[in-house]
């Protein structure tokens, strides 16, 4: 059978995802209900003046160089006319080599991981995921729709032994910097590319955010620098200055079968986007990454010390696990449990603070969320001056579980709530 995923025990399978649905946010259209939801908040407070703060850790504007003229923001001739700036700029970010590598860029980071399964995997083949904890569901879903089987792997040891149990192993998809923000050393990226590459196995790499958390925070190499086939990044992640697009690099004859299966499916970067990918790469220096982290670090250690060790810290990030939201919105409400899965309790957190504080959170980014817990991640320092600081951000998030707590035993209350009323 074909199209499945073994993930290593603890990780409960759902359509990709590591956590369990609940029943309010039981499949995707149901959190594109929610995002909706979210979206109404924000026009209301829009609308009224309201503060709004983006506190997501991405950046997903468009940025066009000063005094572009608006000629080129044309799909036809931003291509002719960028497409080699955006190839030389995309080749310096990863790492790659010129004659040997190729970029390209695809509508987002998930068409450019997709694209590259689409063209490395066979059908009915074996796809090894390796990652410090679990591959993101837009890796798991890609091997399924290759019709390829996903054995998931947390750690190199781990990663070993599914090489050894599993003779038909084609592809190797290896994640950096996982969505849980822990992060492979060098010496394990470098054996995971060398067990691999010695079994014949092409290397695909989901570098999201370790494309540049990995050099500039760890001091690792770039992407195509750890000799792997294909790497995919997303401009929305941590020192990119947007458009959320993603970029896919790697060895010229496979970047090109990519190029081709995304245009097919439609998923390229429409070309007009092209000044402003180039203008982000440009302008990309690793200090930003590093700034960034030491701005989040401020803000985790004030809701560490307001709320408890139940918030948890990351080298890179602050985590707030969904299922400590949950335990800790039951024990405000004075009851046994929240009745709530904790994908739905991290919600209900997440739109309180943004109906009541105008914080949109990482929670909103993804459709549904990579994690079921509530990040907080590379924060700009102006975005926190912005909130008030660290001690005003951890006073919403506190406040926010109070109110949350009020309605979370409620089924209807919390319906309302998380993706609005009927109709």
Not at 85 to 93: K, S, W
Request: hydrophobic share 45%; proline share 6%.
């Amino acid at each position: 059978m074909t199209g499945t995923t073994s993930i290593s025990p603890g990780k409960p399978p759902s359509d990709g995802l590591p956590y369990p649905p609940g029943a309010i946010l039981a499949d995707t259209q149901a959190h594109l209900a929610k995002l909706a939801e979210a979206w109404r908040h924000i026009r209301r407070r829009h609308e009224a003046g309201l503060a709004l703060h983006n506190a997501t850790g991405l950046d997903r504007g468009l940025r066009l160089p000063g005094e572009i003229d608006p000629w080129i923001l044309d799909d036809e001739w931003a291509g002719a006319l960028c497409e080699g700036e955006v190839r030389e700029l995309g080749l310096a970010h990863l790492g790659g080599t010129p004659g040997r590598h190729d970029v390209f860029v695809t509508n987002r980071l998930t068409a450019a991981l997709y694209a590259a399964v689409q063209v490395t995997v066979p059908a009915g083949s074996t796809v090894v995921g390796v990652s410090p904890s679990y591959s993101h569901p837009a890796v798991v879903r890609a091997v399924r729709d290759a019709g390829a089987d996903l054995v998931d792997t947390a750690g190199v040891a781990e990663f070993e032994r599914a090489l050894e149990e599993h003779g038909d192993v084609r592809v190797v998809v290896l994640t950096r910097l996982a969505v849980t923000y822990e992060a492979l050393t060098e010496v394990e990226l470098r054996r995971v590319v060398e067990l691999a590459h010695a079994r014949g196995m092409l290397v695909v790499v989901d570098d999201a955010g370790g494309a540049r958390v990995g050099p500039a925070v760890l001091g690792q190499p770039r992407t195509l620098e750890l000799d792997v086939d294909l790497g995919a990044t997303g401009m929305d992640k941590y020192g990119l200055a947007g458009p959320r697009v993603g970029l896919l690099g790697g060895r010229a004859d496979l970047v090109a079968k990519a190029r081709a299966r995304s245009f097919e499916l439609g998923t390229e970067c429409r070309p007009m986007l092209y000044p402003a990918v180039a203008r982000s790469l440009a302008g990309y220096r690793p200090q930003r990454v590093r700034d960034l982290v030491a701005s989040t670090r401020q803000v985790g250690e004030a809701l560490r010390e307001r709320l408890g060790d139940w918030v948890e810290h990351t080298p890179f990030i602050t985590n707030i696990p969904g299922e400590a939201i949950r335990v800790e919105l039951a024990r405000r409400a004075g009851a046994v449990s929240a009745g709530l899965a904790a994908i739905e309790a991290t919600a209900a957190l997440a739109m309180v603070l943004l109906r009541d504080h105008g914080l949109l959170t990482v929670h909103f980014a993804g459709m549904p969320p990579g994690t079921a817990a509530l990040m907080i991640k590379f924060l700009p320092e102006t975005t926190v001056a912005a909130i008030g600081g660290p001690q005003a951000f951890a006073a919403a998030v506190d406040g926010s579980l109070t109110e949350a707590a009020s309605v979370v035993n409620d089924h209807e209350a919390t319906r309302r709530l998380l993706v609005g009323a009927p109709g």
